[in-house]
């Protein structure tokens, strides 16, 4: 009889739920998501290896790797939203449409612009390459289609057969002279430029988002709504499917590289996968918000998709071996008359219902298998332990021998050192669920065998203590877990008892239960009650603050910004115009420094023109002289202040270094006039939907070199939010410099990195101790310049506490964030950095051109007149002085509304 090798014990496998489709687009897994400036319009990914994927977001094309997520290039080439970035065929070069009606043509290396078309009246939101690599089609909100030579650098054609915007396109791989574009007029023109004209129009029951035409130029698929639509091109665009999957509106449609799979993404935060053969949607994704873009990588191991929230998420696919050759094997095709054609099908397997001869050979037996067939267990057991086997052989073994009666024999004999890998053994698995039934029985007999001479050996009393110790552990996992499951029987027993008293619940019983639930009734419309009154409360306060709001005939009121200390904010539209405005009303001025807070922003903004500063658009007041007590400042509308965008989402590293370099840009240009912002926080700091940033509010600005500002005075009014307030402000230094702000914007760009303030201090003294916890307290030469004793003592009486490493506070942030962050906050204002030495700082390199940082204006001589009188001026004289820079207009203010 045939010896039979040991069987190995494998333990069970998981089942395999779902479909193999759902497999596959499972293994797009380690997701990297990407924050952007603006949202996702458009992906796509070179056609040539290493297929790098580009971008299209806000002003810019960004090139990122398919295979590290990183940014690799970004081209900024663009005044407004860039649309529609795609490859040439070869990868190199791109075309993008924008905002400004242009269709621009990159470099894709070196990023240059080699061509630029103007045709176009209005934004151009769909641009591609034609097969020919020589002509480029574009699709504009002016309702045209225009194809491009590059060339010639014009155009050779303008189709006018759509009557609304064109958003979507594509071309025919298979036919260079033929294109696709959908419009949001409901249909789909196919166009054929030999022609110059259109050959099919298609109508879609839905603005016309997305078009994709499959491989052989026969099947055409466009998404208008929440559907896609299949149409027969051959047959004059006749209906083949219609797919309803989605809920919201598709947005974009891409294939996979063999064109047996289309990708749809939609609003309703979905990306969904169908399958061209029988049209049957096969798997669902979802993502955090609504989809824009989905594009796949024409290897099939790159999955992208672009949100409404900014973000791109890139998922990757790991390719099997196997895989890889199948590939590998469709490119490898065999040539008529050579040696592989000839051998075709030689490594064919056959079918299952073939007839197969079978050929016995004999299996060549495992070492242990060999001494287990002799019944050496003892050096089988050895043999075993001794190669490193995988712990399922071992324990095979094991019960092969408990089986035979044979694990006596193979345990008995030995000594301290063969003895040692077997119970090293039992104490790695006998808490192992699949083995510990079979480990116990072996471990007994180890002791039973071994028992009284265990003692004399210090390696195997140590093993033997391992063993009790995982015993002992295990016994208590035990008893946790009988224990937890007692409280469960309890608490599933108690609510079978509750569940049969509520069946039998007598009339009393249920008299009271409803009387408790008539008084949870009352209580929840009582609170409704309540919630709804503080809500007409709020809406009447808010009418009431409409009515006496009036900023003039020119301005029609839209809603509430803001109220604070100061006066209130308004959302409102220039009527002649139609520009959108926020419009700021300061009054009554019923104090000395309301006045004087007023008329010093008036003069600064009218005296500023810059891109980082908020434009003052006008200064109304409809009151007559004699009952002037109110004043409308009318600025640029902007969408959000950074404090609530630091509070509500993570920034980038990118974002702080953008946000960073515009805030130094505009502090520059106020700083070169001698003047200081001093309430510089991220709640006076505006962005729009293109992350423009503008700083605003200068009430509190005073002039750098005013010789008649006390320290007394200087420190009264400077009511900044303590947080970002400069340590020289609470200790009285000898003067107050710029380095005041570079202190603020230190603290700004810390609560950008950690999306918490760096120095919350509860009151004075709170604030100074945390910020000697972190800077440590100041060296001797820093008390030179503090003019108060009472600081200096103050400041010597604190235990010495050493510099904290930044590095610690944020460990994501770069080394260059760290030390440009470290120079803005020392302690002393003469030693901390400048901001044109912030400017030219390392970490701010690639937005920093000194070209293009502007200075200011000098002030006139006397332009602070008005603050170094402030104690010999009544309300009344400032009012005078209001009333005055109310009708008299600046240079630059002249130079504004001439643009």
């Not at 990122?64 to 940014?71: A, C, I, K, P, V």
């Not at 699709?139 to 189709?159: L, M």
């Not at 040692?420 to 790695?428: A, E, G, Q």
């Not at 912030?838 to 006397?862: F, G, I, T």
Request: with cysteine; charged share 25%.
């Amino acid at each position: 009889m045939e010896y039979k090798p040991l069987s190995t014990m494998r333990p069970m496998r998981n089942v395999k739920r779902g479909a193999p489709e759902t497999g596959y687009w499972k293994k797009f897994e380690s997701p990297v998501l990407v924050k952007e400036y603006g949202m996702v319009t458009s992906l796509e990914f070179c056609p040539t290896k290493p297929h790098d994927l580009v971008v299209t977001a806000s002003t810019r094309l960004q090139m990122y790797s398919s295979r590290t997520g990183q940014l690799k290039k970004s081209i900024t080439r663009f005044n407004s939203t860039a649309h529609s970035g795609s490859f040439r065929s070869d990868g190199k070069l791109l075309v993008a449409g924008d905002d400004t009606n242009l269709v621009q043509v990159f470099d894709a290396g070196s990023r240059a612009v080699l061509r630029t078309f103007k045709g176009h009246t209005d934004p151009v939101h769909i641009t591609r390459f034609l097969p020919n690599r020589t002509q480029v089609f574009s699709g504009s909100n002016d309702t045209t289609v225009r194809v491009w030579d590059i060339p010639s650098q014009s155009a050779v054609a303008t189709f006018e057969d759509h009557t609304d915007y064109v958003h979507a396109g594509c071309v025919f791989a298979d036919n260079p002279n033929m294109f696709a574009t959908g419009s949001y007029d409901h249909t789909v023109c196919i166009w054929d430029v030999r022609a110059n004209a259109c050959a099919i129009k298609i109508t879609v029951d839905n603005p016309v988002e997305s078009v994709v035409v499959l491989p052989g130029s026969g099947v055409l698929a466009a998404a208008g709504g929440p559907c896609i639509k299949m149409f027969d091109i051959a047959m004059g665009g006749r209906l083949l499917a219609n797919m309803g999957n989605h809920e919201k509106t598709v947005t974009s449609l891409c294939l996979d590289n063999d064109g047996s799979r289309l990708l749809a993404g939609s609003l309703d935060h979905h990306v969904k996968v169908y399958d061209l053969q029988t049209y049957k949607m096969t798997y669902s994704a979802t993502y955090p918000a609504p989809v824009l873009s989905v594009a796949l990588s024409p290897d099939n191991t790159s999955l992208a998709v672009g949100m409404s929230s900014g973000v791109f998420s890139l998922r990757r696919r790991n390719v099997s071996a196997k895989e890889q050759a199948e590939v590998q094997m469709k490119k490898d095709e065999i040539a008529y008359g050579t040696r592989a054609y000839f051998l075709r099908g030689s490594a064919h397997k056959g079918d299952d219902d073939d007839l197969r001869i079978e050929y016995k050979r004999s299996r060549s037996l495992a070492d242990y298998d060999k001494l287990l067939r002799k019944f050496e267990y003892a050096r089988a057991l050895d043999a075993v332990l001794a190669n490193n086997r995988a712990g399922s052989i071992i324990v095979s073994l094991l019960q092969e021998l408990i089986h035979r009666d044979g694990l006596t024999t193979a345990l008995s004999g030995r000594d301290e050192l063969s003895l040692d890998p077997i119970l090293r053994f039992v104490v790695k698995y006998i808490d192992n669920p699949r083995y510990a039934q079979l480990l116990i029985k072996v471990a007994d007999a180890i002791l039973d065998i071994y028992g009284d001479l265990l003692s004399g050996s210090t390696q195997i009393a140590e093993l033997l203590v391992r063993l009790r110790t995982k015993v002992r552990v295990e016994l208590r996992l035990h008893q946790d877990l009988t224990m937890l499951l007692g409280s469960m029987e309890m608490l599933m027993s108690a609510c079978e008892v509750n569940h049969m008293k509520a069946s039998y619940l007598s009339e009393d019983d249920s008299t009271t239960i409803m009387e408790y639930q008539q008084q949870k009734q009352r209580q929840q419309q009582q609170q409704q009650a309540q919630q709804q009154a503080q809500q007409q409360q709020q809406a009447q306060a808010i009418q009431s603050l409409l009515k006496n709001f009036n900023p003039g005939p020119e301005y029609q009121v839209v809603s509430v910004i803001g109220m604070g200390a100061y006066g209130t904010v308004c959302s409102a539209k220039h009527i002649s115009s139609g520009i959108d405005v926020a419009i700021k009303r300061i009054g009554p001025f019923d104090s000395q420094m309301l006045c004087q807070r007023t008329l010093r922003e008036i003069k600064l903004l009218k005296h500023f023109n810059h891109e980082n500063i908020i434009t003052l658009y006008d200064v109304t007041n409809m009151s007559p002289r004699n009952d002037f007590s109110e004043v409308y400042i009318v600025q640029e509308l902007l969408d959000i202040d950074l404090h609530r965008i630091i509070k509500t989402q993570p920034l980038s590293e990118e974002h702080v270094q953008y946000f960073l370099y515009q805030i130094l840009r505009a502090l520059k240009y106020i700083h070169s006039c001698n003047v200081l912002h001093r309430d510089l926080k991220p709640a006076n700091i505006l962005l729009n939907a293109n992350c423009d940033l503008k700083v605003c509010d200068f009430g509190l600005a005073r002039g750098a070199n005013n010789d008649s500002d006390s320290n007394e005075s200087f420190l009264t009014e400077y009511v900044a939010t303590r947080w970002y307030r400069a340590p020289e402000i609470m200790l009285s230094f000898k003067e107050y410099t710029k380095a005041i702000d570079i202190w603020s914007v230190g603290c700004i760009m810390a609560e950008m990195l950690s999306k918490v303030p760096l120095f919350p201090g509860r009151d004075y003294h709170h604030q100074l101790k945390l910020i000697f916890d972190l800077l440590g307290t100041p060296v001797s030469s820093d008390y030179l310049d503090i003019k108060s004793t009472r600081a200096r003592d103050y400041i010597r009486q604190l235990p010495l506490k050493a510099k904290v490493n930044l590095s610690k506070h944020f460990p994501y942030a770069s080394p260059l964030a760290i030390d440009l962050m470290d120079k803005m906050l020392t302690f002393s204002p003469r030693k901390r950095i400048t901001v044109e030495e912030a400017l030219a700082h390392p970490y701010l390199a690639q937005y920093h051109d000194e070209a293009d940082e502007p200075a200011c204006p000098p002030l006139p001589e006397r332009f602070f007149d008005f603050d170094n009188y402030r104690d010999r001026l009544t309300i009344d004289q400032l009012k005078d002085l209001l009333w005055q820079e109310l009708y008299s207009k600046s240079d630059n203010e002249d130079s504004r509304q001439d643009n």
